[in-house]
């Protein structure tokens, strides 16, 4: 499975990006997709997840209201929508895929996942 990250960049607070995700390689359906981050210095955090057969959205407390995910299934794609980004948002973005079922609590998991892409840097100035 080859997950490719693409649309990181650099943008003033308050801006917008949207990441993308593309995922290839795969011969089940990868049930369950999630976003996480990681600034230098911190562990790895997750950012967002869903669970591709109901289509449950999970956020965390940091970007609720402000970041959305979604996913093109005919494009094989997750997206991450970033708005009103802040400093704190600035990390290396990282999408990933499993093919386990999951609900909150199993998305925040780094270790829940077993497919991960490169990362693509945000950066985001005051």
């Known amino acids: 499975v080859k997950l490719v990250e693409s649309g990181g960049g650099s943008v003033q607070a308050g801006g917008s990006l949207k990441l993308s995700c593309a995922v290839s390689?795969?011969?089940?359906?990868?049930?369950?997709m999630g976003w996480f981050r990681q600034a230098p210095g911190k562990k790895r955090e997750g950012v967002a997840g869903?669970?591709?057969?109901?289509?449950?959205?999970y956020y965390g407390d940091s970007v609720k209201d402000r970041f959305t995910i979604s996913q093109d299934r005919a494009k094989n794609t997750l997206y991450l929508q970033m708005d009103t980004l802040k400093s704190e948002d600035t990390a290396t973005y990282y999408c990933?895929?499993?093919?386990?079922?999951?609900?909150?609590?199993?998305?925040?998991?780094?270790?829940?996942?077993?497919?991960w892409g490169q990362g693509t840097q945000v950066t985001v100035s005051p």
């Open positions: 869903l669970s591709v057969a109901d289509g449950r959205r």
């Open positions: 990933a895929a499993d093919r386990a079922f999951c609900d909150d609590g199993d998305w925040v998991r780094e270790t829940y996942f077993g497919h």
């Open positions: 390689g795969y011969t089940e359906i990868m049930n369950c």
